[in-house]
């Protein structure tokens, strides 16, 4: 069965710094892959997708995510973070589920993100 | 416009209680989808909607009663609903009901069941 892991509960940074959020997908093809965000009490905002072609996906609100293959990984970076951008984040995989058309996409288990002044 | 519109956000109800969640789009979208999610967990699916007809129900108690009028409306009736039942209640909307539309989400009705 399709799988997605997110290895990080919880990650602390300080405004201003680099972001590196990972995903790990368990998956014989390649899947459809996003990333989702979610503040507190609110609903997720998709912040980009992969489907094929160049592996490095620009997203919005500065984000970007590499697919790699041969790690079966998607992470998610942003080169400098705001104080915003504390929340929760959502890896996603969307697969054919049981030879029929439907995507049902899977979730890790989310990543925290806490953005210190 | 990539809104998906949920009310109320806010809902407190006894078990012995009946109300309704509401979800809407005007993005044209044919599937639309109802999550479940407790604290610090994932989105967990409950029911899709493909053309207004009920096409996925991931094993959901009969407590939990879906509903689609029409192509921009989702409706999830709960009755009798037990305190475990207390979760943020999700609806999300994809272009078509296939492998790789992204779904856009809605803000999510907060529901304690005392």
């Known amino acids: 069965a399709q799988s997605v892991t997110q290895p990080d509960i919880h990650i602390t940074v300080s405004e201003g710094a680099s972001l590196e959020l990972r995903c790990n997908y368990s998956y014989g093809a390649t899947p459809y892959l996003f990333w989702y965000v979610q503040s507190p009490g609110q609903g997720l905002q998709l912040l980009l997708k992969y489907f094929s072609g160049d592996t490095l996906v620009q997203g919005i609100k500065g984000f970007e995510a590499e697919f790699k293959r041969s790690q079966s990984s998607f992470n998610l970076r942003k080169p400098s973070v705001h104080w915003s951008d504390a929340a929760e984040y959502f890896c996603a995989v969307s697969l054919d589920a049981g030879g029929t058309s439907y995507g049902k996409l899977t979730f890790g288990q989310g990543t925290i993100l806490t953005v210190h002044p | 416009d990539t809104e998906v519109t949920q009310t109320p956000k806010h809902l407190v109800m006894g078990m012995t209680n009946k109300k309704s969640l509401k979800c809407e789009q005007h993005m044209g979208h044919r599937a639309m989808y109802w999550y479940k999610q407790k604290a610090k967990k994932p989105p967990e699916l409950m029911f899709v909607?493909?053309?207004?007809?009920?096409?996925i129900n991931e094993s959901v108690p009969s407590r939990f009663s879906p509903e689609c009028p029409n192509s921009s409306l989702l409706n999830l009736h709960l009755h009798a609903l037990q305190p475990e039942d207390s979760a943020l209640y999700l609806c999300a909307s994809s272009q078509e009901l296939a492998v790789g539309n992204e779904q856009y989400f809605g803000p999510g009705t907060r529901l304690t069941v005392t």
């Open positions: 909607y493909s053309y207004e007809k009920l096409s």
